[in-house]
C-alpha cells in the first residue's frame, strides 16, 4: 500500500488479555518505531528497528510489552497481561532509514482494556 | 528538562491572522528538525522538514538557529483548516524526539 498500515482500528478487551497489535510499513522503508498517546497527551517512544540493527527497546514501559519484526517489514507489538492504564493509541511509523529522516505514521490502534 | 520543550497553547486566533510557534531543542548532536500536524484523534503528518537556510511552503514558513538551538513555525494568513497540534521534532543519529505539540484553534 502507498502508506503505513496498521490493524485493527480499534481493540477492546478485558484486563489481563494479551492484545498483538500490527503494523505494516511503507514499502522500502528500514526503519519503524512504535509510539503510544494516551488522550491528550504526547506521544510517547516504545521501539525503533532498523534494518537488521539490534532494536532499540529503551522506551518500553514493562517486560509485558514487546515487539518484533520479520523480514525487516511487518512489526508485532505484543502487550501481555493488560492492564487499564494501557488503554492508549498505538501508533506505527516508518522512515526511509533512520532517526534523521522524516517519519510516516499510520492511523494507529485504538486499544481499551475493561 | 524536556528534550524538545514547546509553548503547549492553546493558541485561539482569528481567521487571518499571521501566528508563530517556538520549540527549543536541548541536544546539541540534533541534526533534522520537523514540524508535524496532528487533528484531533489523528494520526500526526509530516507538515514541513525545517532546514538551516530556513524554507517556506506557502503560508508556512519554518526557521532554524542552530547556536540558540531553536524552531519556530510561522503561519500566514491562516485559516479555519489550520487549527490543530503542531508538533516539533529533532533528530540525531540515534534519537527522534517530538515535543508534546502546541494547539492552535483558528476562529471564524
Known amino acids: 500500500g502507498a502508506g503505513v498500515s496498521q490493524s485493527p482500528s480499534n481493540k477492546v478487551t478485558e484486563k489481563g488479555k494479551d492484545v498483538e497489535l500490527r503494523c505494516d510499513p511503507i514499502?522500502?522503508?528500514?526503519?519503524l518505531y512504535w509510539y503510544r498517546q494516551s488522550l491528550g497527551q504526547g506521544l510517547e517512544f516504545l521501539i525503533y528497528f532498523q534494518g537488521n540493527s539490534a532494536p532499540d527497546k529503551s522506551g518500553l514501559p514493562s517486560d509485558r510489552f514487546s515487539a518484533e519484526r520479520t523480514g525487516g517489514s511487518v512489526s508485532t507489538l505484543t502487550i501481555q497481561r493488560t492492564q487499564q492504564e494501557d488503554s492508549a493509541v498505538y501508533l506505527c511509523?516508518?522512515?526511509?532509514?533512520?532517526?534523521?529522516?522524516?517519519?510516516?505514521f499510520g492511523d494507529g490502534t485504538r486499544l481499551s482494556i475493561l | 528538562r524536556k528534550e524538545v520543550e514547546q509553548d503547549p497553547g492553546p493558541f485561539n486566533v482569528p481567521e487571518g491572522a499571521t501566528v508563530a510557534f517556538n520549540c527549543t531543542y536541548s541536544n546539541s548532536a540534533s541534526q533534522s528538525f520537523f514540524w508535524y500536524r496532528q487533528d484531533c484523534r489523528k494520526e500526526p503528518k509530516l507538515l514541513m522538514s525545517?532546514?538551516?537556510s530556513g524554507n517556506e511552503d506557502g503560508r508556512f514558513t519554518a526557521q532554524l538557529n542552530r547556536a540558540s538551538q531553536y524552531i519556530s513555525l510561522l503561519i500566514r494568513d491562516s485559516k479555519l483548516s489550520d487549527s490543530a497540534t503542531y508538533l516539533c521534532v529533532a533528530g540525531s543519529a540515534r534519537q527522534l524526539t517530538f515535543g508534546s505539540g502546541t494547539q492552535l484553534t483558528v476562529l471564524p
Open positions: 525545517v532546514y538551516s
Open positions: 511509523a516508518s522512515s526511509l532509514r533512520g532517526y534523521n529522516q522524516p517519519q510516516h
Open positions: 514499502s522500502g522503508h528500514t526503519a
